[in-house]
Nanobody
Framework: QQQLVESGGGLVQPGGSLRLSCVTS????????IGWFRQAPGKEREGIAC????????MYAEPGEGRFTISRLNLKNVAYLQISSLKPEDTAVYYC?????????????????????WGQGTQVTVSS
């Protein structure tokens, strides 16, 4: 059974940082691109970033912002999302997802509909 389990969320003050983890099992991790998404209350889910299956490429929804860094460690079947300079508007449930294919995230960031497997999400709340 394919599983993705996010962790690392919590309550953080504005300006702080977090590293979210996505531990996976039940599928061949190195054959899947990984994406991170978030959904704030009352808003649609939005993509943040994706990383190719071999870690050689990453794409961001807002490349110029520079507050998000996606990474992965294939030997441990885990992906990460580092978020810095957190703002109250970053408050959301953060999800990781996996989509099969070694071609993703090199030149095209796949939409949410392409992803095969999803985690249950981890809550991030930014507040003083």
């Amino acid at each position: 059974q394919q599983q993705l389990v996010e962790s690392g969320g919590g309550l953080v003050q504005p300006g702080g940082s977090l590293r979210l983890s996505c531990v996976t099992s039940g599928f061949t991790f190195e054959q899947y691109a990984i994406g991170w998404f978030r959904q704030a209350p009352g808003k649609e889910r939005e993509g943040i970033a994706c990383i190719s299956s071999d870690s050689s490429a990453a794409m961001y929804a807002e490349p110029g912002e520079g507050r998000f860094t996606i990474s992965r460690l294939n030997l441990k079947n885990v992906a990460y999302l580092q978020i810095s300079s957190l703002k109250p508007e970053d408050t959301a449930v953060y999800y990781c997802a996996a989509t099969y294919g070694t071609h993703w995230c090199h030149t095209f960031r796949p939409p949410a509909s392409v992803y095969d497997h999803w985690g249950q999400g981890t809550q991030v709340t930014v507040s003083s």
